[in-house]
């Protein structure tokens, strides 16, 4: 015990054990504040994406559901609301217009806000009895203002107010426009709802995170049959994928931490052991074994451990609470509170178990430099170097890192992509610096300034490390905005126009033409159902499995593809009867290029070739098929017409006269939707800005602790050249040259290695990647900035003092 005080009252004086002490508090912090980050990222995001359905779940049914599903939500203690929709003609004077009726009880939405113009001062947040509210389209389509009558059914009601927001609005084909919403007890008034009515009965519900997974886990494989039961994710596949992404992005910048942290602790461990070497040969001289100098050193890094976890615990729950404060500002209706023991759970379990593992990694493998060092240091600086132990250290250190990601992480395959990609990055890195600084040494200013190629080598590498890996989430996080933002660009289409016949498709593209809409082209629309491929029926099981085989499917035929599909494999069309089939269905299915696929049409069967398979962006708000057929497959006189594009909103009121002049075809209008998913992508946006500040403070740590032992490095050749009688300008000039070439190495080194992992992580994330060129410029400018700063500052003790009082001090 008294050799662990002595030790530990010694470790206490070098800066090498609080900077070790910083890494692993760091790293109990990031990975607790990633994991809770990540998680109550995932439930605000999910909860803002249930606006779309108003609530988490929704259980519905085209027959009344059974009460005993209100009886179960309210076990489950979720709040729960039923509403009514169906289709139905509004009426006023000689206007008639099909709606999407939507019949609500007071509480609705249990998600999100209905915003309506003018504001009514009724509690209950919905229509009254005998009054309605209208989207704006209708007023321009039915002729009417506030306070006029309108007609659903039987029933007449007063225009009560314009609907300015309603983010119940889904992305199917089925979120019809425009929309009514009417009050649940006078569905019965309208006497709309007959046999043969087409009618969606809802029960709406909304709770914890917890009770909400709970309820759907136990009830989403025993439901009656015609009931479903769906969240947020299901139906809002354009909303839900840059959900998935954030969650993407959210691991690889735990993986990024993680690996940043090791670096910090590795880089902490040898300042800290070169500072303890000479007590630990001092102690080997006195008798000291190596099972007592290993106890020694486990207990000093067990404490150290403890330290580390105690303080991260606050700082994390820190970091927590103002997560929570900053998304409450962004997301006032986010349903969940600060709670410690939540936060004292599986998050911070992590971030501990993280620390000790990277301390395992990082740090014992220096542990063989301090119990075998001789007792020779003593009178001479003689150690005994192992050759085996830089492997072990690297291996160790990766293979505790990946062991750690994938139990953590659970994705194996973006864990090697990652770990995988930056350790060959770093081999090739490592070379490719050594050569150059060989070519450089062999000139007359490289004989005077590197020496020792090999060790700049590694501190370059240490340096870019550090900056490279901070820079690489920078590049995804600005990639992905930049995708987001040009997947909605100006002019998105935001009306889908649905059913329209054939012999009016010449006299609608003129009048879009005249109004100067930009659209896409329309596609003929034809209903089928896949029954074969290669002349034999697919299996009952196939058909259960896949939803695509129990459906009709929205078939078309077109000499080109939409602008937004890719073909992947194949040939064009050269002949009738051929077929092109997405990607993901054809490989589901099983499909492959030459097999013939028959497809049941209402004019009889078509057997068609595959001859390409293609990608589909299911994110464009345009039109998109599985299955696209070559030119004269079918009879496009047997369906209609389907097309998107986009008016202006000065341009409402032409768009009305359009609707009128083709009475026959359905317009949806998706102006809602496309709001929502812009409030919901700036909601993204801040997530990603958060984890990056994270990761940001990693990767200074990093940086500060590679400076810090690049200037320590040179602290004692400083002494000799100021002994020795070099002037305190010379010595200023030579270690400024120094430090400004290995700073901008670095910094090209930092950039290369950004540019090559964010390249490799934008093909995993299926983003499109770009050189991102003002970098190249930025990070070797930064780090030549950050190289002649702390050299500067640490170093100008040394030649400001005179050589008498730094061999004394020596």
């Known amino acids: 015990m008294g050799l662990f005080i002595l030790m530990l009252r010694q470790s206490m004086v070098g800066r090498g054990v609080w900077m070790l002490f910083a890494a692993l508090v760091l790293a109990v912090t990031a990975t607790t504040a990633l994991r809770f980050t990540s998680d109550t990222l995932s439930i605000a995001i999910n909860q803002q994406a249930g606006q779309l359905l108003a609530g988490d779940l929704v259980l519905s049914s085209n027959q009344p559901l059974d009460a005993v599903w209100q009886q179960r939500a309210q076990d489950s203690q979720l709040r729960t ?109 309208t006497k709309a709802i007959q046999v043969g009515s087409r009618i969606d009965y809802r029960l709406i519900m909304a709770g914890q995170p917890q009770q909400v997974q709970a309820f759907e886990q136990r ?27 954030l969650d993407d992005y959210a691991q690889i910048a735990s993986i990024l931490t993680m690996l940043l942290c090791g670096v910090a602790i590795a880089l902490a461990c040898q300042r800290y052991v070169t500072e303890q070497i000479d007590q630990f040969a001092m102690l080997r001289c006195l008798g000291a074994g190596h099972r007592q100098m290993i106890l020694v050193y486990l207990g000093l890094l067990g404490l150290l451990l403890l330290a580390a976890a105690i303080s991260g615990t606050i700082v994390g729950a820190g970091v927590a609470y103002g997560l929570l404060h900053i998304l409450h500002q962004a997301l006032p209706a986010l349903e969940l509170q600060f709670q410690p023991v939540i ?43 192992f050759s085996w132990s830089k492997i072990l250290i690297g291996g160790s250190a990766f293979l505790a890192l990946f062991v750690f990601l994938l139990v953590q992480t659970g994705k194996l395959g973006l864990s090697i992509t990652l770990l995988g990609g930056v350790l060959v990055l ?20 490289g004989q005077s300034y590197i020496r020792q190629p090999r060790q700049i080598s590694l501190q370059i590498l240490a340096l870019s490390l550090g900056l490279g890996l901070l820079t690489i989430l920078l590049f995804l996080r600005n990639d992905l905005m930049q995708r987001w933002q040009t997947s909605l660009p100006q002019g998105t289409p935001n009306q889908f126009v649905y059913g329209l016949p054939p012999d009016q498709k010449a006299e609608f593209v003129q009048r879009l033409q005249l109004q100067q809409w930009q659209g896409t082209p329309l596609y003929p629309n034809i209903k089928g159902r896949l029954i074969a491929k290669n002349g034999q ?21 077109s000499s080109q593809f939409p602008a937004d599909n890719q073909v992947l494999a194949g ?45 589909v962006n299911w994110d464009s708000f345009s039109p998109n098929f599985f299955f696209i057929y070559s030119p004269g497959s079918m009879d496009e006189f047997a369906g209609s017409y389907l097309g998107s594009f986009y008016v202006p909103p000065t341009q409402h009121q032409q768009l009305a006269q359009l609707i009128a002049d083709f009475p026959t075809t359905v317009f949806i209008d998706i102006d809602a939707v496309l709001n929502e998913v812009r409030r919901l992508l700036e909601v993204l946006g801040q997530a990603l800005a958060l984890l990056a500040a994270l990761v940001s403070i990693a990767g200074v740590l990093v940086l500060l602790a590679s400076l810090q032992l690049l200037v320590d490095q040179r602290q004692r050749e400083v002494i000799l050249l100021r002994v020795i009688g070099l002037s305190r300008q010379q010595l200023r000039m030579r270690l400024s040259v120094e430090m400004a070439l290995i700073g901008v190495l670095a910094g090209f080194m930092a950039v290369i290695l950004a540019e090559s992992v964010a390249a490799l992580m934008s093909w995993r994330l299926n983003i499109p990647f770009g050189l991102h060129y003002s970098w190249w410029i930025i990070l070797p400018v930064i780090m030549l900035c ?15 003092t005179s050589p008498l009082m730094i061999l004394r001090r020596e």
Not at 426 to 436: E, H, K, S
Request: net charge positive; charged share 15%.
């Open 537 to 557: 029926p697919f299996s009952a099981a196939q058909t259960k499995q896949h939803n695509s085989l129990r459906r009709e499917l929205n078939l078309t035929q």
């Open 426 to 445: 770093l081999a090739v890195l490592y070379v490719i610096t050594l050569l150059m600084l060989k070519l450089i040494q062999k000139t007359s200013f």
């Open 571 to 615: 040939k064009p069309f050269n002949a009738v009867n051929q077929v092109s089939v997405e990607q993901e269905t054809a490989t589901s299915l099983g499909i492959n290029l030459g097999d013939q696929l028959t497809m049941s049409l209402p004019e009889g069967n078509l057997v068609a070739e595959v001859v390409s398979i293609r990608s």
């Open 343 to 385: 936060l004292l759970g599986m998050p911070l379990l992590t971030g501990i178990f993280a620390a000790a593992v990277l301390l395992a990694g990082f740090a014992v493998p220096d542990l063989l430099r301090l119990i075998y060092v001789s007792p020779l240091r003593v009178i001479r600086r003689v150690e005994q170097h």
């Open 81 to 189: 609301n039923a509403s009514t929709v169906f289709s139905s003609m509004a009426q006023t004077g000689e206007q008639f217009v099909l709606v999407n009726v939507k019949a609500v009880n007071p509480g609705f939405p249990l998600r999100g806000t209905l915003g309506i113009e003018p504001v009514q001062s009724s509690s209950t947040g919905i229509p009254a009895p005998q009054t309605i509210w209208l989207t704006p389209r209708l007023f321009d389509l039915l002729k009417v203002r506030l306070g006029d009558q309108i007609r659903i059914g039987d029933a007449s009601f007063k225009v009560m107010a314009s609907i300015v927001r309603d983010p119940n609005q889904e992305t199917g084909m089925s979120g019809f426009s425009p929309t009514v919403i009417i009050n649940q007890q006078d569905v019965a008034r």
């Open 219 to 245: 009830y989403k494989d025993n439901l009656p049959q015609g009931v479903q039961l769906r969240t947020a994710s299901q139906g809002n596949t354009r909303l839900m994928r840059p959900v998935r992404t």
């Open 786 to 800: 950050l190289a002649l700063l702390i050299g500067q500052s640490r170093l100008r003790p040394l030649w400001n």
